[in-house]
């Protein structure tokens, strides 16, 4: 997903958590406190905005571009050490 009003309703919102939303460091999941920390294909992603209730992670990209060509992709997903 990315800041835009077609991902979010409006664009250039903080997330949830009240962070500014980064490429490489940003992810949404529901049912999962804020801060967690999830292992993605090699990268520490940070849980810092809200998620869908249907179980998946949502990778924040710095465009709705960037987000469209990412497309769906399915991966392990880890708890990385805290």
């Given at each position: 997903?990315?800041?835009?009003?077609?991902?979010?309703?409006?664009?250039?919102?903080?997330?949830?958590?009240?962070t500014v939303p980064t490429a490489g460091r940003t992810v949404a999941m529901a049912g999962v406190p804020f801060g967690t920390?999830?292992?993605?294909?090699?990268?520490?992603?940070?849980?810092?905005?809200?998620?869908?209730?249907?179980?998946?992670?949502?990778?924040?990209?710095?465009?709705?571009?960037?987000?469209?060509?990412?497309?769906?992709?399915?991966?392990?997903?880890?708890?990385?050490?805290?």
């Amino acid at each position: 997903y990315c800041n835009c009003a077609q991902c979010c309703g409006t664009a250039g919102n903080l997330t949830a958590s009240g962070t500014v939303p980064t490429a490489g460091r940003t992810v949404a999941m529901a049912g999962v406190p804020f801060g967690t920390q999830l292992l993605i294909n090699g990268t520490v992603y940070t849980v810092e905005d809200l998620g869908t209730p249907y179980g998946h992670v949502d990778i924040y990209m710095n465009s709705h571009t960037d987000a469209t060509n990412f497309g769906v992709q399915y991966a392990d997903v880890y708890l990385a050490n805290q």
